[in-house]
Every structure is written in C-alpha cells, then in structure tokens.
C-alpha cells in the first residue's frame, strides 16, 4: 500500500464541502462541515457507507489543527482495520440482508 494519503486542506472544508475515500480495507466519509466542526465516520467494504456497518466514528475542529487531526485519527484507524482479517463474504451478504429486510 502506498504510504501517500490525501487529504484536501482546510478551504475545501470551509466552503461547505465532504470528502470520502478509502485506505485498505478502511472506507471513510467525512461529512460536510456543520456547526464549526467535521464528522469522520469509518466501516470496511465492500458496501458503500448506506449498507454498511459503520465501525466508527470522530468530530473534528474546522480548522488546520482540526484537518491534522483527522488526518492522524483515519491513518490510524486504517492501520487497525488493515491488521484484521477482511469480512467474509457471508458476513457482509447476511449484514445486507438484514438492513433490506428493514433491520439495523
């Protein structure tokens, strides 16, 4: 795995915008900036975050220290979910059939 990671800097939060990726296994959003912070919110694929089981979940300052940290928070977060073995297939299908069947 590359060792770049990407994170757009502090302007393109503060002119009301997201951003999402993935590092690994790791999936990430980050929310629109509301209130003067940003949420981060972390699961593993392969479903996109509607389907998905969230694994965690951070609030950010909007500001540079606050774009450092959340940087530093989803690198680790992907160094631990990176250390674990992949979801099967069957965890994920029986996770998605759940949530179409109107559970949570």
């Given at each position: 795995m590359s060792d770049e990671f990407y994170m757009p800097g502090l302007s393109h939060f503060e002119n009301d915008n997201g951003w999402s990726g993935s590092r690994g296994l790791?999936?990430?959003?980050?929310e629109k900036p509301q209130e003067g912070r940003m949420r981060a919110v972390?699961?593993?694929g392969p479903?996109?975050?509607d389907y998905a089981?969230?694994?965690?979940?951070?609030?950010?300052?909007l500001s540079e220290e606050g774009v450092a940290a959340m940087t530093a928070w989803l690198l680790q977060e992907a160094?631990?979910?990176?250390?674990?073995?992949?979801r099967t297939p069957e965890e994920c299908r029986a996770h998605y059939e759940k949530l179409s069947r109107g559970g949570t």
């Open positions: 790791l999936c990430y959003e980050i972390t699961w593993q479903f996109c975050r089981v969230e694994d965690a979940e951070a609030f950010f300052a160094e631990e979910m990176n250390a674990h073995p992949k």
